[in-house]
């Protein structure tokens, strides 16, 4: 039997969509048409794991993900077989449009595919690094464990994610606000304002007058440079994403940004370390874990330099030696990693390297976000102060020659 999603319209000519299950497409159209369903379209569940219109960015995310493993890994340890687990999670509410998706994943493990190999044909989200987790459960015959490991990772690394995001909420607001403002009054206000001074023969004071061509410039070519400019930024950040050099470097230099090189070197360090352990404890080899940890850190730098020592690794280098290689990593992560050697318990330890990395990248966080708001706030008084002087300069040179002219 495989699952089979229809749409098309039901005997009062509404809309009916769903899923059906059959031997094959003859099949479910014989059984819609017993049901009174007109198929419009039908096809294999989760073919080709395309988004839906309208859902694509919520469909099989990271938090979906991460509630589809904890709700598997529950039914499994409960003794449920893997077939008759996803039948109940296909029944979920919460899962919306992704039950599709986990059906033609269902379908693939009954056909005898392994639960990694149906997950990855399942969605292009699906990363090797979740992969490899349900191959070592699989392998091991604990499978609910490493299900239950891999959603505590995927939500821990969701709220990282969330918090990064909803710092940048105010001052995103802020600055918008403000070029917004900008652009209204140096192309709107000052442009009437100049016309004024000329009508009047007032001789404008610099700031008036760098003000006002300022507002010259946005209202005469403002169209033409500004979209000129996104144009640039759009191709630049697409030939950083498809130049595997220039992505190199790009990551290569985010270490040596004087403001964000602290918070965003522990943001490195807390993925990899996290990931590390997680892969340690669910059995993976080294070399692998280097790997997929490497890749973990959304670094291309780091997961280069992660391949090249997971070889080194291989030939019998020391694990700790092999991350005092990488720079980014080779402040502190080699210290915790001949600990956790030391004692025995290196996946604990990297743990607990991974929740000070977090309490450092938060506490950065914060403190920038503390200096930026202030920062904000003079700069656009500043701004302030600059029009308020462009504007009340000329108007006393204007009151001055009318007094001297009484």
């Keep these: 039997m495989k699952t089979f999603e229809y749409k098309g319209y039901d005997k009062a000519g509404h809309i009916a969509k769903g899923l059906i299950e059959a031997f094959d497409l003859k099949d479910a159209r014989e059984k819609l048409a017993q049901q009174g369903v007109l198929t419009q379209k039908i096809q294999p569940a989760g073919a080709g794991g395309k988004p839906s219109r309208g859902s694509s960015r919520k469909l099989f995310d990271t938090s979906t993900r991460s509630l589809i493993y904890r709700e598997l890994s529950a039914l499994l340890a409960a003794g449920l077989p893997l077939d008759k687990a996803f039948d109940i999670l296909i029944e979920t509410p919460e899962l919306g449009h992704n039950t599709t998706l986990l059906a033609g994943t269902r379908d693939r493990v009954r056909e005898g595919e392994s639960l990694a190999q149906a997950l990855t044909q399942t969605h292009s989200r699906v990363s090797d690094f979740e992969q490899a987790l349900v191959e070592v459960g699989e392998t091991t015959g604990n499978l609910p464990s490493s299900l239950e490991n891999l959603a505590n990772f995927l939500e821990e690394d969701l709220a990282v994610r969330e918090k990064v995001q909803t710092a940048m909420i105010y001052p995103l607001v802020v600055i918008t606000l403000a070029i917004i403002a900008l652009i209204v009054l140096v192309a709107v206000m000052f442009p009437a304002f100049s016309k004024v001074l000329t009508e009047m023969k007032v001789d404008p004071p610099p700031i008036t007058r760098a003000v006002m061509g300022m507002g010259e410039f946005i209202s005469g070519y403002g169209l033409i440079v ?5 144009l640039l930024g759009w191709i630049f950040v697409r030939r950083v994403r498809s130049n595997s050099a220039a992505k190199r470097k790009f990551s290569q230099r985010m270490f040596r940004l004087p403001v964000l090189r602290v918070p965003y070197t522990a943001l490195i360090n807390l993925r990899f370390a996290r990931t590390l352990s997680l ?26 330099l992660a391949i090249k020592q ?50 450092v990248w938060e506490r950065n966080v914060a403190r920038l976000l503390s200096l930026m708001e202030p920062a904000i706030i003079l700069a656009i008084g500043i701004f302030v102060l600059l029009v308020a002087l462009a504007v009340l300069m000329p108007l006393l040179s204007m009151n001055k020659a009318i007094l001297s002219g009484g």
């Design 279 to 304: 892969m340690l404890k669910g059995g993976i080899p080294f070399t692998e874990s280097l790997c997929l940890a490497g890749r973990s850190t959304g670094n291309e730098w780091v997961t280069e």
């Design 310 to 359: 997971s070889e080194s690794v291989h030939h019998g280098a020391n694990l700790a030696d092999a991350i005092s290689a990488i720079p980014p990593l080779s402040e502190t992560l080699p210290g915790w990693i001949r600990a956790g050697e030391a004692s025995g318990d290196l996946p604990n330890l990297l743990e607990s390297a991974a929740q000070r990395y977090q309490r």
């Design 226 to 230: 500004f979209p000129c400019l996104a």
